[in-house]
Nanobody, 123 residues
Framework: QVHLVESGGGLVQAGGSLRLSCVVSGSIFSLNFVAWYRQAPGKQRELVASSTRVGSGVTNYADSVKGRFTISRDNANNTVYLQMNSLKPEDTAVYYC???????????????WGQGTQVTVSS
């Protein structure tokens, strides 16, 4: 059974930093497109950052986090990170890892979600 396991959330003061991790639990062939989403209370889930596997990884960020958040990946260890700096109270949300995983060489890829990790930024 394959899962995405997130960690690193918590409570931080405005201006602080957190680093979220997302590890693929279980055996897979390839970690492909990866992304972090977040959902604040009463709001829709939104894309925060994404990274392709192509080359060194093409990244994309929501305008609200550009220059503050950095997505990175360790393909050898099937791990994705989200470094969050200069955090603001409006960054408070549950953060979810999302990934397209190819389980074996001969299978197509499937989309997986993590269970979410809470990030709370106090003012």
């Amino acid at each position: 059974q394959v899962h995405l396991v997130e960690s690193g959330g918590g409570l931080v003061q405005a201006g602080g930093s957190l680093r979220l991790s997302c590890v693929v639990s279980g055996s897979i062939f390839s970690l492909n497109f990866v992304a972090w989403y977040r959902q604040a209370p009463g709001k829709q889930r939104e894309l925060v950052a994404s990274s392709t596997r192509v080359g060194s990884g093409v990244t994309n960020y929501a305008d609200s986090v550009k220059g503050r958040f950095t997505i990175s990946r360790d393909n050898a260890n099937n791990t994705v990170y989200l470094q969050m700096n200069s955090l603001k109270p409006e960054d408070t949300a549950v953060y979810y890892c999302n990934a397209n995983l190819q389980l074996t060489r001969s299978t197509t890829q499937y989309n997986y979600w993590g269970q979410g990790t809470q990030v709370t930024v106090s003012s």
